[in-house]
């Protein structure tokens, strides 16, 4: 039964990594002593080693240990093995590359649809959906594929910003956007604001956090959904 | 001999349709009767019908007239034979996997080469650079590679923008985007502002506007250059 969380951002505006969500990720966890952390995305161009001790520090006021899928000489059975799978934020693009030419596609997709308990954050979010095409992320390196692990039927995009009526700024709207996406895509997005999460039990779909999400289906108008808001039926 | 402007945006903010480029198109197409405009990024997926209309509205202040690419039945000729070309502003991703499809890309490169003036805004000047690894744009298709048409010797990031200090959102800057690029690229990249264009003149590129622009060069810290800078060096 899958057992997923899906975060918009790890860190909150005046928070520190993680804060906001570590008592839902104590319950998340609950089975799990140690995680293994998929650090690919590389923020900021960190190492995988400084990025993985981020996430531990974060996780160790939850007491849970913290490993780096970098560090394992097979990281196909370290993913099948783990007790738990956490995919840090970053850069989509070089995410999905670097699961495509390490070949974890397939191991991710098999150790979350078996219960694996996963956490995503950002990037970590988008490569759930079924494409990667309505990540904000610059495309810095070209993937394989944009098809991602398609654990949810529809799309995410993270860090959901609503349109500035102030701006002299000419460039797209992120809802100008999703809707261009629409002109080639049929599947729906669910546009995460910061603070709110996705919680997945089995095919049970829920919107977490505080905030509205603002859903785009095809050929429909966008609109509001308030948290606690079930979306297993959005496909 | 080279003869192109690459311009930031179509549209500064309360103006109209390329109104603050004009007089520079009159001088930049003076040759030119005709100008055949490449429609493809397709913004707002308005048909190329459409999009052609508006453009053709702009160039009649100058008494240019405008036929759409994609309504020739042969448009590798249509290219070869133009006596301009404006290659309009959407979705990048779109563009360069149109421009792919129908095996435009060497047909291009060898008109601008060749000396037929060529204008591009926003989407259209980010494919004149190595590659459109920095487009702002959504990747809401899969182009068959990321590479772009190569004219100038470096990348341009259109739409530049300053990071916003006052902003609670927690995505990444422009700046931050365009660092991370450099983790996995060389090349240098130019951030144009709104209202900025690049003129390029055989082998001669300068800063045109009334703006600044932003220089990222590979492991260098980021640097302001200002209107009439002679970018020919940079690569």
Redesign the interface.
């Known amino acids: 039964m899958k057992n997923i969380i899906l975060a918009s951002?790890s860190?909150?505006?005046?928070g520190t990594y993680l804060d906001y969500i570590l008592p839902t990720l104590q319950e998340h966890f609950k089975h799990a002593n140690n995680i293994l952390f998929i650090p690919f995305a590389?923020?900021?161009?960190i190492t995988h080693d400084d990025y993985t001790n981020i996430v531990a520090t974060a996780f160790k006021k939850i007491n849970k240990t913290v490993t780096g899928l970098h560090t394992y000489p097979n990281p196909t059975e370290a993913i099948t093995q783990a007790e738990a799978i956490f995919t840090g934020g970053g850069?989509t693009?070089?995410l999905t590359n670097q699961l495509y030419v390490n070949n974890l596609i397939t191991p991710l997709q098999n150790a979350v649809k078996n219960g694996t308990p996963y956490l995503g954050t950002s990037a970590g979010s988008n490569i759930c959906g079924l494409t990667?095409?309505?990540?904000?992320?610059?495309?810095?390196?070209?993937p394989p594929?944009?098809n991602a692990l398609a654990l949810m039927p529809f799309n995410i995009n993270p860090?959901y910003?609503d349109p500035d009526t102030n701006s002299?700024?000419?460039?797209?709207t992120r809802e100008?956007?999703?809707?261009?996406?629409h002109?080639?895509?049929t599947p729906p997005v669910v546009g995460l604001r910061?603070g709110s999460w996705l919680e997945v039990k089995g095919n049970q779909i829920t919107l977490m956090g505080n905030l509205h999400a603002r859903i785009f289906e095809y050929n429909k108008t966008p609109y509001e959904v308030a948290p606690k808001t079930n979306l297993s039926q959005l496909k």
Chains 1, 2 share one sequence.
């Open positions: 951002t860190t909150v505006h005046g590389r923020p900021g161009g850069n693009f070089v990667i095409k309505t990540t904000n992320d610059m495309p810095i390196v070209y594929s944009f860090h910003l002299k700024h000419m460039g797209e100008t956007r999703i809707k261009e996406f002109f080639y895509n910061e």
